[in-house]
């Protein structure tokens, strides 16, 4: 397969060591480095697993184009006028396999993946590094994070593409992996993740934020589960997860920059303005330094205001449910730039209102700046929350619900209604497993919004077709993501014959 052709010199020459503390970024320098002999330090197995990491930050996944097609597709997100028309696509389940961010997004989780696979491939390299430069606990954990980020990739291409060529080794030729059956690559992604969960630093023990630890490991092991319908599974091991962690008192702190890897973060993708980088030049490599990512420009109100949030969304809040005001802006809402006004504006507009545009009722408040200023400036610094512990909550619930009691699933949905910021009443313990059922699909919407989250709980519940009816879904094509065309016409073992149904 061409595009996953890397000469293991070509791959650590450009390797970044991306600070997931926050602490800095260092270039390791290619002309200095022989891979045959590059494990030889922790410094180096160090560079070359938080190199992992980086593809995680390039426009086809969290910086750019991940957000809009996950939150387009689940219709959280309606389109405003000037909406670009490769976003507009996802909207309308209207793409094909010339789609340039679904290729950009197929990249960057095999680039990813290839990286990975080169520090599992060097494992006896690491493992022979002596234990006064490198513990054994060490070594164990940097092998963990590599496995753990192989499943996240591998679960975002499975989830999105349905059978994928399944990569466990940096490939020897140029010609190409056919597609493997989903199963299998399921079967991976356990495989790694139950491996991971064995050697990653505990939570308490792992001191560098941003990093996988062995609980990160264990919760999308039984994300995992729930998606493959394997509750019970699930149930059990989400046990050694729970609590583990716990509710940020301030649900709006989830989603500020100075208050990332709080109580209630499992994983998140990093950005650090301060550090800087820029965006617009990795599509998905993630061999250069980004740091920053366009969510909230693009989202912005005040700012680009590609998208807004739907109606159907801002419907579904129960009256008075704190965390309305906690995602959107809407009239009266204050903020640095002024206080928000809807409907058509007055000329001139008076000093101190800042109109919604186009008439929209609201506009994004969930990871924008404009808490601490009136414009996004383009670059944005804050976290993505990939996992956090409501979710692993509600995901109990459901477990709970089919393989369970009902009150017990009450019992966790009730906990993330009893957040201290958001007091709603609690649903009482005598619902039928239909109406847990439906609790839990209401509480995901509105705890989940705007995460990327929505369209993957429509399709494993079977429900897309018709909650999306009249948007363009079709039942049996757009579950799923076509091929791109750019692997069709480069991998000698897949052809259009192999492309998804529909496409």
Known sequence: ?????????????????????????????????????????????????????????????????????????????????QLEADKREYLQFSFNSAHGAIGLYWNSCYKGINKANFVIGNEEKINAIPENKLSQALKNKYIGEAKFLRALYYFFLVTRFGDVPLITTIPDDIVGYPRSPKEEVYQQIINDLTDASNTLLAKGEETTLGRATKETALAFLDKVHLFRGEHRLA?????????????????????KEQTEYGPESIFEVAYDTSIGGSGWGDGSSGDRLNEITFRGQEYGFNDWFNVFPSNDLLDEYELGDPRFKDCFYSEGDTFPGGTVRTGTPPDPVPDGEVYIAQNRRAGWKKYQNYYQRAHE??????????????DVLLMMAECENEVGTQANAVGYINEVRSRPSVMMPQLPTSLSKSEVFDAIVHERKVELAGEQIRFNDLIRWGIAAEFLEGTGFQAGKSELFPIPLSEITSNENINSEDQNPGY
């Open 235 to 255: 149930l059990d091991s989400f046990e050694k997860v729970y609590g583990k962690y716990q509710l940020e008192e301030n649900y709006f702190d989830n989603f």
């Open 377 to 390: 400036e383009t670059n944005s610094g804050i976290n993505f929350k990939v996992m956090r512990y409501a």
């Open 1 to 81: 397969m061409r595009k996953y052709k890397y000469f293991t010199a070509t791959v650590i020459g450009l390797l970044f060591t991306l600070s997931c503390d926050n602490s800095g970024l260092e270039l390791i320098n290619e002309n200095n480095i022989a891979p045959e002999t590059f494990f030889s330090d922790a410094g180096q197995v160090e560079s070359s697993v938080t190199a992992v990491y980086a593809n995680l930050q390039t426009q086809g996944l969290y910086t750019r184009h991940m957000f809009f097609m996950m939150d387009n597709m689940s219709h959280e997100n309606g389109g405003n006028s």
